[in-house]
């Protein structure tokens, strides 16, 4: 099983595309797992959780990718990092 490490992130943008490979290899890797598995029951359930958590993660990681992606932030960049919306609201700084 192929554990996500953070140092592959360092170098490239990440894609839906790209974590969307990956979330398909992770379950390629499940389904062949799940297939080809002789431990006893008890260790195979022990497993298949650990990997079906892992699987997990990378739906997240998709589902979050897929959001950043359909993010427009030009509006917030537009306006110096802070966007009032309606004129009646105001800044307000509160200083303990």
């Known amino acids: 099983m ?3 490490g953070s140092s592959s ?3 490239c943008p990440v ?6 490979a990956e979330a398909s290899s992770v379950f390629e890797e499940l389904v062949q797992f799940c297939q080809t598995s002789e431990l006893p029951f008890w260790q195979f359930e022990k497993e298949v959780m650990v990997r079906v958590a892992v ?6 990681r998709l589902f979050l990718t ?3 992606e359909r993010l427009d932030i030009e509006p917030y960049l ?3 990092g802070f966007r009032l ?12």
């Open 2 to 4: 192929k554990l996500q």
């Open 9 to 11: 992130a360092v170098g």
């Open 15 to 20: 894609t839906v595309d790209l974590v969307r």
């Open 55 to 60: 699987l997990g993660v990378c739906l997240i």
């Open 66 to 68: 897929a959001c950043h």
């Open 78 to 80: 537009r306006d110096d």
């Open 85 to 96: 919306g309606y004129g009646s609201s105001g800044k307000c700084v509160l200083w303990p």
